[in-house]
């Protein structure tokens, strides 16, 4: 009885945490770098602010079932354990493998940019980028380990930072009065894409940017509310995500016409510049550092809790329950954490990254067809919060999936390849653990 108290996570997480985690989790630097990419493939503004309104919408109907999804079972871990209750072992430990490996490679991508960030404010530094990343990681690992107060504690002040840097920065483009730019002229002689392709391929940018999200379901189990919390939490960080990206990129169309924003790598800064001169890439700087280490410190917590409820099941060593007295779930920490050194290491993310889009609208997916099939095989199931509209919503949901995996299918059939041999491969090693487990 004393082991099983042991390894229980302690409920010490509320509303403001939920709020600041699901802000910390989804907003990165990716809001800052996508403009640029997304306007070179729609090239129109209206289709531009209205492909991420469709981000959001589809994010926000996401939400609403998962909100009841993760009242109903409020474990570590979040959509697997919804995916495993209704579908089975199997398609737990496949979907809850996917979330894992999506969520574990950003520490490493961010502490590697982090470093990167500083060596712009510091260029002496530039030889030290590894170790600047290791550090960062090692540093975040330690703060962890000493227990899950003080890792919420740093997610709500980073997540406030953020949001104020980035009202700031819109507030101060709709402020700008200066001489507008002319459009930098098409080169008509290009091929343009085709229209459907650069929907479908600046919607995959898209969903990744609102990637995280549902970050507050992977701590439902810490809870000291789930029923009331993870609703409200999810509604309201959301639509808060979905107001800050439509508004940085109305403000960012404000000051550069589509034309310049399509030629740009780093929209945000080259707005920056113009409204700040040549301080504006400095502060454009101090923004994504504070934005990632929000960010960083998020995805710090969220692979643990997935490998956690992974271990607890079965479907990893059992010695990754063990919890220490500060509430840190310390093996899957540790384990996630050299994983993490080990991507920063070979410095190898293009690969990974590109699946990461797919491999979460395949988990929403099957966590959303959870919900129709556990209202009907658990009519009794105790639901403190039930999702409005239903089913309707939740088939909107999935229809929007399955056209968003077929779209992407198209637009990246290298990152489907890569999807279908991991599902291959992990039929094989699910029945070694089953059998390892009985």
């Known amino acids: 009885m004393s082991d099983s108290k042991k390894n229980q996570l302690q409920k010490t997480l509320g509303l403001s945490f939920n709020i600041a985690v699901l802000i910390g989790g989804t907003i990165g630097v990716g809001i800052l770098r996508t403009p640029g990419t997304i306007a070179s493939l729609l090239d129109n503004y209206w289709l531009i602010i209205a492909s991420w309104l469709f981000g959001g919408l589809f994010v926000l109907i996401g939400a609403n079932s998962y909100a009841e999804l993760a009242t109903m079972l409020p474990k570590a871990g979040g959509s697997y354990n919804y995916i495993k209750r209704a579908f089975g072992n199997y398609a737990g430990f496949l ?50 380990l000493s227990g899950v107060k003080n890792g919420s504690t740093i997610q709500q002040i980073t997540s406030f930072l953020k949001v104020i840097c980035f009202f700031a920065l819109v507030v101060a483009c709709f402020m700008y009065s200066g001489v507008k730019l002319a459009p930098i002229p098409k080169d008509n002689t290009v091929v343009q894409i085709g229209l459907l392709f650069g929907f479908f391929k600046s919607l995959q940018l898209i969903i990744g940017t609102y990637n995280g999200w549902n970050s507050v379901c992977f701590f439902a189990e810490e809870n000291d509310d789930p029923g009331k919390n993870i609703p409200k939490s999810l509604y309201s960080g959301v639509l808060l995500v979905i107001a800050i990206y ?193």
């Open 95 to 144: 979907s809850g493998w996917f979330d894992y490996i999506t969520n574990a490679i950003p520490p490493a991508f961010y502490c590697i940019v982090i470093s990167e960030y500083i060596i712009i404010l510091f260029p002496n530094l530039k030889d030290y980028s590894t170790e600047m990343a290791i550090s960062l990681l090692i540093a975040f690992v330690l703060l962890h």
């Open 246 to 438: 439509i508004l940085i990129n109305v403000a960012f169309f404000y000051i550069l016409p589509v034309e310049n924003v399509a030629k740009s790598n780093l929209a945000a800064a080259d707005v920056a510049n113009i409204i700040f001169g040549k301080n504006g890439a400095i502060i454009v700087t101090v923004i994504s550092i504070f934005s990632l280490i929000s960010i960083l410190n998020a995805f710090m917590m969220i692979p643990p809790r997935i490998l956690y409820g992974l271990s607890r099941d079965g479907f990893f060593t059992e010695k990754g329950t063990t919890v220490n007295k500060g509430g840190t779930p310390i093996v899957a920490l540790l384990v996630s954490s050299l994983f993490s050194l080990f991507l920063i290491c070979i410095g190898s993310f293009e690969v990974l990254f590109s699946f990461a889009a797919f491999t979460s609208i395949i988990v929403w997916g099957l966590a959303y067809c959870s919900l129709i099939k556990l209202r009907k095989s658990e009519p009794d199931l105790p639901r403190p919060y039930r999702s409005f509209w239903y089913p309707w919503t939740t088939i909107i949901a999935i229809v929007a999936s399955i056209s968003l995996l077929i779209g992407f299918v198209f637009s990246d059939p290298k990152s489907f390849g890569i999807i279908v041999v991991i599902t291959l491969i992990s039929y094989p090693l699910f029945l070694v653990l089953t059998r390892k487990k009985k």
